[in-house]
C-alpha cells in the first residue's frame, strides 16, 4: 500500500500570526514565553489539519522562527564566534542575532550573510565555516517538537537539513585560508547527525528524513564521495528510525546512483521539476529495489492544481521501480499560499484552476487513495480535475493576439541601445554632472503607518483617489526634502504608493491576478504575496510616470524613475506554465519598454529597471543555463534599449551568487549596477574586474535586512576594497537594497554616516568632477 507525505508546511499562519509575534518579541512587545506559544499553536493547528486531511506522514520539525538553514545551524553548534555564545544550547536572541545582527547595550556585531534558497524566493541564513568550526549538538528544537507531536497524539516525520548540503550550502569564515575546504568538516558534523538520529529514534520516529537538495546541481566526484561516507556513518546508527534522503527542485541522477547502494531506507525524489531526468536515472540504475520511492509528483511551488490522470499514470509506472512508494510533493509547501479559500479575490473561474497548501495536501491524498483503491474510488476527483483542466486550456482570458502578435514581431535591433557604453558615458556626465563617489538609494523609503493606512483607507473606500494622492505627494515631498538635507547626489521618490515592486506594476497590467491573503514567506518576518500571471500580459496605461515626475519637479537634483526589470516580475510571481517562461517574459519586458519610455519622455534623465532575481532563474543544472541567460539578458534589454544616450538606465541585482552570471551582468549593458555586498567582504568587485566589466557599479555598502547603524569608517572601509579593484569613478555609493521595511530613526542615521563615508573617501582620491 502506498503512503502519503508531504516535505513541509508553510509554517506562518493563515493569518501570519508567525510574523506578528517575532516581531513584538524584536520590539520588546511580547515575552520569550508569549513567542515560543505562539510558534507551538501554530505547529498543533498545522498538525491537527494534516492528520484530519489523512496525511499518512506528517513532517516536524519543519517550523521554524526564521529559517531551517539556520535551525540547523543552531542544532550543530556552528556560531560564528562574534556572537560570543558560550552555553550548552543556542538560546532565541542568540539565534536571532545571527539571521539579524544586535546592535544594544554596547553590543554590535553583524548579521550572517543571507542568500536565496536554490532558485526560489525564499532566502536562508548561510552558516559560517572554518578550519577552526567545531560541531557539537547544541538545540532541542527537532526533538522537542517530536515530543509535542507525540504528545499531541500524531506520529510524526522529523525533517533535518542533511550535513552535506548544509557544509555546500556554507560559505568559509573570514579566517579560514582561501583554499579551506568545507567537506573536510564532514566526519565532525556527521557525528553529531548520528547522535541527533540516534536521539530521533530513542524519541519513537520511525522515520526521519534528510533534505539534500545540493545534489540537484552539478557535483564533482569528491561531493558525491562525501554524501556516500556520510550515509554509510549515519545508517550504521544502532537502533536508529528509517532514513529517507530527499532532494528537489531538479533531478539528482548522480547523486541516485550513490544513495541508491546505500544502506538508506528511501529516498526522495522531485518528479515534477526533475521528472525526466530522474525517471532516466531510475531506469539507468534499474530501480530502487527494496527501498522505498518518496515521489513528488504535486508540484509544492506552484499554484496551479495537479493533472491527477498524468499523476496517476506516472505514479503506476515508477510504482514499479521500487519496493514501496510514498506520494509527496516536490518539496516543502513554504513556497506556496496555505489556502486557497482564503483568496476570495479570484473568480471561481481562476480558482477552479489552481490548489494552494492545503489543497496540495489533498491532491497528494487523493492520489494516494486513487493509487491504492483505484480510479473508480476518486471518480468524482478525476471529473472536477478534467474540467478544470479543460476549462483553463480553453479560456480566452489567457490568450491576447495583440500581445502575441507584438512579441512575434521583435527583431535585433529591438535589443540595443543606440551607442556603446562608452560613448553614452560621455553624454550622461555631461548632461548630470555628479561628482566622485555619487550617493543614492536603492528606491524605497521606509512606508509609515500613516502611508499604510492611507492605502487601507483607499482600499476600503473610506478615502477617494484625490484625497489619497494629496497624501502621496505629501510623503513624497518629506522624502526628497529629507534627501536633500542628508546630501544625497541621486534622489528617489520613495514609492509610498507601492505596496510591494511586484504586485504595484502586476496590478496595473492585463494578465497578472491577486489576492489579499495569499502570503509565503520570503525571509524571517517578510511575507510576501506573489501576483499569478494566468494570461497574456500587457500595460494599458502608464504605472509611474505622475509620481516620479512630480518628484522631480521638487528637486534641482536629478531623480530616479524605478521600475522593477522583467525577469524579477516573473521569478517573483507564481508564473504559468501552459507556455515557456520566456514567451511570458518577453511580454512583461514589452510592457516595461512602454513604461520606459513615457518615464524618459517626461523628463526623467535616470530609469532604475530593478532586476534582483536575475540570478535565482538560474537553472540548477549547468547544460540549461546558457539558454536561460540569453533570453533573460534578452528581455531586459528590450524593456532597456529605447531611449537615448544621455539617458542613464540602472539596475539593481540584490542576494544573488554572481559568480555563474557575472558575464550576463555585463550584457545586460545597464549604465548603473547596483548590487547587494554589504554582507560580503566585497569579493564581488574582483569578479567584476576579472570579467572585464567596464560598466559604473553600486556594491551595497551597508545592510538594510539588519536594524544596526552602521558606522562612518565601517561604510568607507567598503568603498576602500572596492575602490582597490574598481576604477573610483566607476564607483557609486548606495545601501544593498530598498528601505522599505526599516525605520526612519536607523535609515537617516545611516544614510547621513554614508554620506560622510563618500565624502571622505572623495577627500582621500582628491576631488574630482564626473
Not at 116 to 134: A, C, M, Q, S
Not at 719 to 733: G, K, N, P, S, Y
Amino acid at each position: 500500500m502506498a503512503q502519503s507525505t508531504i516535505h513541509g508546511f508553510p509554517r506562518i499562519g493563515a493569518r501570519r500570526e508567525l510574523k506578528f509575534a517575532t516581531e513584538d518579541y524584536w520590539s520588546d512587545r511580547a515575552s520569550r514565553d508569549e513567542l515560543l506559544e505562539a510558534g507551538g499553536r501554530l505547529r498543533r493547528e498545522n498538525r491537527e489539519f494534516l492528520r484530519d486531511a489523512g496525511l499518512d506522514l506528517i513532517p516536524s520539525n519543519d517550523f521554524s522562527y526564521y529559517d531551517q538553514v539556520l535551525d540547523a545551524t543552531a542544532l550543530v553548534g556552528a556560531v560564528p564566534g562574534r556572537y560570543e555564545h558560550r552555553r550548552a544550547d543556542v538560546d532565541l536572541d542568540t539565534y536571532f542575532a545571527m539571521a539579524r545582527g544586535r546592535q544594544s547595550e554596547g553590543v554590535d556585531v553583524t548579521a550572517m550573510e543571507m542568500t536565496k534558497w536554490f532558485d526560489t524566493n525564499y532566502h536562508y541564513i548561510v552558516p559560517e565555516l572554518g578550519p577552526d568550526t567545531r560541531f557539537r549538538l547544541s538545540s532541542a528544537k527537532p526533538f522537542d517538537e517530536l515530543v509535542e507531536a507525540t504528545q499531541q497524539g500524531v506520529a510524526v516525520k522529523p525533517v533535518l537539513i542533511g550535513p552535506v548540503t548544509f557544509l555546500l550550502l556554507g560559505k568559509n569564515d573570514e579566517d579560514a585560508p582561501e583554499d579551506f575546504d568545507r567537506l573536510s568538516l564532514l566526519d565532525e558534523l556527521v557525528e553529531v547527525y548520528a547522535e541527533a538520529i540516534a536521539r530521533l529514534g530513542e524519541l519513537g520516529a520511525d522515520w526521519v528524513q534528510l533534505d539534500e537538495p545540493a545534489f540537484v546541481s552539478d557535483r564533482n566526484d569528491a561531493e558525491l564521495a562525501a554524501l556516500e561516507r556520510a550515509y554509510e556513518r549515519l545508517t550504521a546508527v544502532p537502533g536508529r528510525p528509517r532514513l529517507c534522503v530527499a532532494t528537489y527542485f531538479d533531478h539528482a541522477a548522480e547523486a541516485l546512483a550513490v544513495l541508491a547502494r546505500s544502506g538508506v531506507e528511501g529516498i526522495g525524489l522531485d518528479l515534477h521539476h526533475g521528472r525526466e531526468g530522474n525517471l532516466e536515472a531510475l531506469d539507468a540504475i534499474g530501480g530502487l529495489g527494496e527501498k522505498t520511492l518518496f515521489a513528488g509528483v504535486v508540484d509544492g511551488r506552484n499554484v496551479w492544481a495537479n493533472d491527477l490522470e498524468d499523476s496517476l499514470a506516472l505514479l503506476e509506472h515508477v510504482e514499479r521501480l521500487a519496493g514501496d512508494l510514498v506520494v509527496s510533493t516536490s518539496c516543502s509547501l513554504l513556497h506556496v499560499p496555505i489556502d486557497l479559500a482564503a483568496a476570495s479575490e479570484l473568480d471561481d473561474e481562476l480558482r477552479s484552476w489552481m490548489a494552494f497548501a492545503r489543497e496540495k495536501v489533498g491532491e497528494v491524498v487523493t492520489l494516494t487513495r486513487g493509487l491504492n483503491e483505484g480510479r473508480e474510488a476518486i471518480a468524482g476527483e478525476l471529473e472536477r480535475n478534467r474540467r478544470s483542466l479543460e476549462s483553463r486550456a480553453g479560456s480566452a482570458r489567457t490568450h491576447d493576439p495583440a500581445v502575441r502578435e507584438r512579441a512575434a514581431a521583435l527583431t535585433d535591433d529591438d535589443t540595443h541601445r543606440e551607442n556603446a557604453f562608452s560613448t553614452r558615458r560621455e553624454a550622461q556626465r555631461e548632461q548630470l554632472g555628479l561628482q566622485l563617489f555619487p550617493t543614492t538609494t536603492i528606491g524605497s523609503f521606509p512606508q509609515t503607518a500613516e502611508v499604510r493606512s492611507a492605502r487601507a483607507s483607499l482600499r476600503r473606500g473610506e478615502i477617494d483617489g484625490a484625497e489619497y494622492e494629496l497624501r502621496m505627494r505629501a510623503e513624497i515631498e518629506r522624502v526628497i526634502r529629507l534627501q536633500e538635507d542628508i546630501g544625497l547626489d541621486v534622489l528617489v521618490h520613495g514609492e509610498p504608493e507601492r505596496n510591494d515592486m511586484v504586485q504595484y506594476f502586476g496590478e496595473q497590467m492585463k494578465g497578472f491576478a491577486f489576492t489579499q491573503n495569499a502570503w509565503v514567506q520570503s525571509y524571517g518576518s517578510r511575507n510576501v504575496r506573489p501576483p499569478i500571471v494566468f494570461g497574456d500580459v500587457s500595460r494599458p496605461s502608464p504605472m509611474t510616470v505622475k509620481w516620479t515626475a512630480y518628484a522631480q519637479s521638487l528637486t534641482d537634483r536629478p531623480v530616479k524613475g524605478m521600475l522593477t526589470a522583467p525577469v524579477t516580475m516573473l521569478m517573483w510571481s507564481f508564473v504559468r506554465d501552459d507556455q515557456p517562461p520566456s514567451e511570458t517574459c518577453k511580454q512583461i519586458a514589452l510592457a516595461i519598454r512602454d513604461e520606459v519610455a513615457d518615464l524618459e519622455a517626461s523628463g526623467v534623465q535616470m530609469i532604475q529597471v530593478d532586476e534582483p532575481a536575475i540570478r535565482e532563474g538560474l537553472p540548477l543544472r549547468r547544460d540549461r543555463r546558457e539558454e536561460y541567460l540569453a533570453w533573460a539578458v534578452y528581455c531586459f534589454r528590450i524593456a532597456t534599449s529605447g531611449v537615448s544616450d544621455a539617458t542613464q538606465i540602472h539596475t539593481h541585482m540584490c542576494y544573488s551568487e554572481f559568480g555563474d552570471i557575472l558575464g550576463a551582468v555585463g550584457e545586460l549593458d545597464a549604465d548603473v549596477a547596483s548590487v547587494e555586498a554589504a554582507r560580503s567582504r566585497m569579493e564581488l568587485m574582483e569578479d567584476l574586474k576579472r570579467e572585464g566589466y567596464e560598466q559604473e557599479v553600486g556594491p551595497g555598502v551597508y545592510d538594510i535586512h539588519s536594524p544596526r547603524v552602521p558606522s562612518r569608517d565601517e561604510m568607507a572601509e567598503k568603498l576602500r576594497l572596492a575602490a582597490e579593484v574598481l576604477d573610483a569613478e566607476q564607483i557609486w555609493v548606495n545601501p544593498d537594497c530598498g528601505l522599505k521595511t526599516r525605520g526612519y530613526a536607523e535609515t537617516e542615521a545611516s544614510l547621513r554616516n554614508m554620506v560622510e563615508a563618500a565624502r571622505q573617501l572623495r577627500e582621500e582620491r582628491a576631488p574630482a568632477l564626473r
